[in-house]
């Protein structure tokens, strides 16, 4: 049912914890399963230096925060704009249909912690005018 990708990043998941004198949090929660994911980010000129995260969830949630981590880890804001959670669970070579969800927190915690790094930083960052993360993904 999950691929060995799923397997590996959820037994040993990359860039755990949190980042003390974060530039940028995001939190979001999926109301019905009651999953949460907390994303930290480091951010200097334009670039994600450091990501760390935090996920009290399923596995496939742990799995696509750290998969998500992994891909934006040194890229800039833009590139890490782009990430889906489609983006995220291709990485991960595939979830079950019912796990998509899954992967959306780990798109909208690092929209989240984006938007909070514009807020703070007063970086303005368009695409995220708009952004509120939705609350239920099932
Ligand atoms: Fe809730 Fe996976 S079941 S995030």
Do not use: W
């Amino acid at each position: 049912m999950y691929s060995e990708k799923v397997m590996d990043h959820f037994t040993n998941p990359r860039n755990v914890g949190e980042i003390e004198d974060a530039d940028g949090i995001g939190q979001v929660g999926n109301a019905k399963c009651g999953d949460i994911m907390k994303i930290y980010l480091k951010i200097e000129n334009d670039i994600i230096v450091d990501i760390k995260f935090k996920t009290f969830g399923c596995g496939s949630a742990i799995a696509s925060s750290s998969m998500a981590t992994e891909l934006i880890k040194g890229k800039t804001i833009n590139e890490a704009l782009k990430l889906t959670n489609k983006a995220v669970a291709e990485a991960l070579d595939g979830l079950p249909p019912v796990k998509m969800h899954c992967s959306v927190l780990a798109e909208e915690a690092i929209k989240s912690a984006l938007k909070d790094y514009s807020e703070k930083s007063g970086v303005i960052i368009e695409e995220l005018k708009d952004f509120e993360p939705k609350e239920d993904h099932h």
